[in-house]
C-alpha cells in the first residue's frame, strides 16, 4: 500500500508491482477499470473526497484516453472483403450450371446461382413480399440428359434445347395481412416468366415457400 | 460498461434487415448462400476490425478476417444457435487471428488514415493523430496473446466479461485477471510514450 503522504500523480509509480492500493485503501487495479471504461469523471461517494482517488483517476483516464478515442473510431470495412468470401464460397459450393444450349460451335451454360438471382429479384418484387431468397439445384435427370446428349450427339439435331428445365427453391417472408397465397402466386408467376425472358428457360418449377410474417 | 450491447446491433441497409440473424442463419445452413451473403454484410465488419486490433496492421487483418468468413460458411451446418451468430464468429476470429500472433510476430501501424472521414482536422494533426495510433497499436500488440485479446474485446469491441469468457471458451475471473495485467502493461507504455 502506498504510504500516505502527496497523492501520487505518476502511473508506473501508482502501478508499481508492489502497489495494489492508494493510501486511502481503495484498490488500483479497479480505479484503472473504471477509468479506462470511461468512467474517471464520475466519483464514487468516496472518490468525491479523496485526493488520492482524484489524483489517479485523473492519470489513469488521460493515460486512456488514446486508446478510448481510438477504440470509438469507424472502422472502413475493405470494399474488397465481401467480394473476395463470395468468390471462395462459390468455389466450395458445388458449381452447378444449367446448359441452355449444345450445338456445334460449343454449349451455352448458365450458372444455378444466376438463376436463382433472377428469381429472387424477381419475387422482392412482388408487393407484400419483405424478404425473398433462391436456390437453385440442378436436376438429377437434367445431367443425365446432358451427358447421353454429349456422348450421342448428331449434327442434324444440333441446335436443340437441352436441360432447359430449371427448379427453383424462393424462401419469402411475407407482410403480415396480404393474402399469402396470391402473394405467394405471383411471386412464382413473376420468377417464371424472368427466367422465360431472361434466360430462356422452358419448363421451369419455382417452388415458393413463406416461412415468416412480418408486421 | 462502455458499449454493452453493441455485440447484438445490427447492420442496416441489407435487403435482410426485416429478419434476424437466426433466420438467415437458418436459411443459409439450407443452402440458401445469398442468406449467407446477407450475414456477411452484417457482421463482416466484426471481424474485419476484430482482426485488425488482434493484429495491428490491416493485410493481415483482410486475411484472417476472409478466412474467418469462409470457416464460417463451412462450419455453418454444425451451427446450433446456442450463442448468437456475432459471438460465434467472435469465436472464429479470435481463434484464426491467434494462429496468426503465433505464426509472426511482426506489427506495421494501423494507419487508418485513408478510411477515416476526419475533414476538419488539418496536417498537423494528422500527424499527431498518426502517431497516437501508432502508439496504441504497437502498445496493443505487444501485449500476450490472452491479455491482447480480452483488451480487444473489452475496449475495442465492448464485450462484457462474460461474452468475452464465452467467446475465448475461459472463465470470467480469468478474463478479469487478463483485462487488470494488460490494463496495467498498456498504461505503463502509453505513461511512457508520452
Redesign the interface.
Known sequence: MSSPGQPIDDVNLLLSDANQHLACGADIDELLEQAADGYAGQFTSHQRDCVYCQAALREFGRVWEPVRSLAAERVAVPAALKGAVASQIRKLVADVRYTLQLNDGGAIRIAARVVARIAREAARDVPGVRVAFGRSSHSRMASLVERAALGHRHPNAAVGVLGRTAVVDLAIVAQYGDELDAVAREVQRRAVAELRRKVGLRDVTVNVTVDDVIT | ??RAGRLFRHGGGT??S??DDA?LVR?AQ????????DL??RH??LA??VA?RLLGN?HDA?DV??EA??TA??QLPGFRGNSSFPTWLYQIVTRRALNRITRTRVTES?D?LG??SDAGAGPGQHAERDL??D???AA?SALPPPQRIAIVLH??EGLSNAEIALITGSSIPAVRSH??RG??T???T???W?
Open positions: 460498461m462502455a435487403v435482410g426485416d429478419v433466420y436459411r439450407e443452402g440458401y448462400v445469398d442468406a449467407y451473403a456477411v454484410d463482416g465488419g474485419y476490425r485488425l490491416h483482410e478476417a476472409q468468413l469462409v460458411w463451412q494501423l487508418l478510411d477515416v497516437t495510433v502508439a496504441v497499436t496493443v475496449h475495442f483485462l487488470f490494463r496495467r498498456l498504461s505503463k502509453l505513461a511512457e508520452r
